[in-house]
Nanobody, 127 residues
């Protein structure tokens, strides 16, 4: 059974940093597109970043490019989201999700492409 477990959320002040983790199990780890999404209060779920577990190729939303870094540890089947220079508008529930295939062509940012989702971890940034 596919399972994604997020951790690492918390409360920080603006300008601070957090690192989120997404531990994956229950399937072949390679050749998957793993994405991080977030849902702020009153808003729809939006793509933040993605990584292809085979190639390591990454993509980012414009709003986080240069501040967030997605990476993976293949030995641990874990993907990380390092978040620096956090802003109050980054406050949201963060989810990781996965599907079999490439992340390219903007597919990674489309919620409907993902087959499996984690339970989410809350990030709160105060000003």
């Amino acid at each position: 059974q596919v399972q994604l477990v997020e951790s690492g959320g918390g409360s920080v002040q603006a300008g601070g940093s957090l690192r989120l983790s997404c531990a994956a199990s229950g399937y072949t780890y390679s050749s998957r597109c793993l994405g991080w999404f977030r849902r702020a209060p009153g808003k729809e779920r939006a793509g933040v970043a993605s990584i292809h577990t085979g190639s390591g190729r990454t993509s980012y939303a414009d709003s986080v490019n240069g501040r967030f870094t997605i990476s993976q540890d293949n030995a641990k089947n874990t993907v990380y989201l390092q978040m620096n220079s956090l802003k109050p508008e980054d406050t949201a529930m963060y989810y990781c999700a996965i599907y079999y295939g490439l992340c390219s062509g903007g597919r990674w940012a489309q919620v409907r492409n993902y087959n499996y989702w984690g339970q989410g971890t809350q990030v709160t940034v105060s000003s």
